[in-house]
């Protein structure tokens, strides 16, 4: 059984390539698509960004005063003579 010769290479582009350069092309659009999407979500975000910040100081301040209230009523029941005027 003889060898087949090698191909010569063509200077027409084959099906293969056609089809690397449309999922070339697809891959760029959705890597754009992706990276538009992001930062209109960013822009959306920003003017959110202070309210977030007083909330999280809100509820930091509340967490600090619902533990200082646990801390005296946990006192108050190991110590009651601490407390018997009150």
């Known amino acids: 059984m003889a060898l087949r010769p090698p191909r010569a290479a063509s200077s027409s582009p084959t099906r293969l390539d056609d089809s690397r ?3 070339d092309d ?10 538009c999407l ?6 959306r975000q920003v003017p959110l960004l ?3 910040a007083a909330l999280a100081f809100q509820q930091r301040r509340a967490r600090i005063d619902r533990r200082a209230f646990e801390v ?3 006192d108050r029941i190991r110590n009651p003579s601490k407390y018997a005027g009150r």
């Open 50 to 52: 202070p309210r977030a």
């Open 72 to 74: 005296e009523r946990l």
């Open 38 to 43: 992001t930062l209109v979500n960013l822009v």
């Open 21 to 23: 350069s449309a999922i």
């Open 26 to 35: 697809n891959n760029s659009m959705n890597v754009i698509k992706l990276f």
